[in-house]
């Protein structure tokens, strides 16, 4: 079965860090697209960031410099690290597969707060 | 960065309707077009890629249409299922940004 599943989500303080992970079962996350997408609570969606399957790299300009995308080929794990997280990184965060995002994890939440 | 604008922002509606949401992205993205539901609490859910073709699973009700500038999401008889938030979404380019959303309620 194709699945994917989040972790990582917490409370953390404003200036902390986070590394999101999202296992994958039943594809190869090497070869996809695979992508990061938020919700904050009572909003719409907002695309995170996205690793092509050559590796290259892209991030909404909310997060560059602060986000960084990643995948461990061996682990078949997707990764977001979260660095110098602030109030409005508050979210629902979702890894989702492929361009056309056709197979989305449950999502784990992330909660930037003092 | 691509501008995505959906029409309306919400809309009531009955079980039977037919059903028709929007999106407008601020330059031409093809048929880089993508459409999400989303339920409460839940993941959103992949109906129709590439501005015109039905996800496996997805029932026919649903259907897509557009190019360019211009994209139209349509239920044809709406099932109390369908009560939900819908988005679309451009991959033409990074970022690739989402509509804010059409929620359709009950009337």
């Known amino acids: 079965e194709v699945q994917l599943v989040e972790s990582g989500g917490g409370l953390i303080q404003p200036g902390g860090s986070l590394r999101l992970s999202c296992a994958a079962s039943g594809f190869t996350v090497r070869t996809n697209y695979m992508n990061w997408v938020r919700q904050a609570p009572g909003k719409g969606l907002e695309w995170v960031s996205v690793?092509?399957?050559?590796?290259?790299?892209y991030y909404a300009d909310s997060v560059k410099g602060r986000f960084t995308i990643s995948r461990d080929n061996s682990k078949n794990t997707l990764y977001l690290q979260m660095n110098s997280l602030r109030a409005e990184d508050t979210a629902v965060y979702y890894c989702?597969?492929?361009?056309?995002?056709?197979?989305w994890g449950h999502g784990t939440t992330v909660t930037v707060s003092s | 960065d691509i501008q995505m604008t959906q029409s309306p922002s919400s809309l009531s509606a009955s079980v039977g309707d037919r059903v028709t949401i929007t999106c407008r992205p601020s330059q031409s993205i093809n048929s880089y077009l993508n459409w999400y539901q989303q339920k409460p609490g839940k993941a959103p859910k992949l109906l129709i890629y590439?501005?015109?073709s039905l996800q496996s699973g997805v029932p026919s009700r649903f259907s897509g249409s557009g190019s360019g500038t211009d994209f139209t999401l349509t239920i044809s008889s709406l099932q109390p299922e369908d009560f939900a938030t819908y988005y679309c979404?451009?991959?033409?380019?990074?970022?690739?940004?989402f509509g804010q959303g059409t929620k359709l309620e009950i009337k």
């Open positions: 989702a597969r492929d361009i056309r995002m056709d197979v």
């Open positions: 590439a501005a015109s």
């Open positions: 690793i092509y399957s050559g590796g290259s790299t």
């Open positions: 979404q451009q991959s033409y380019s990074t970022p690739y940004t």
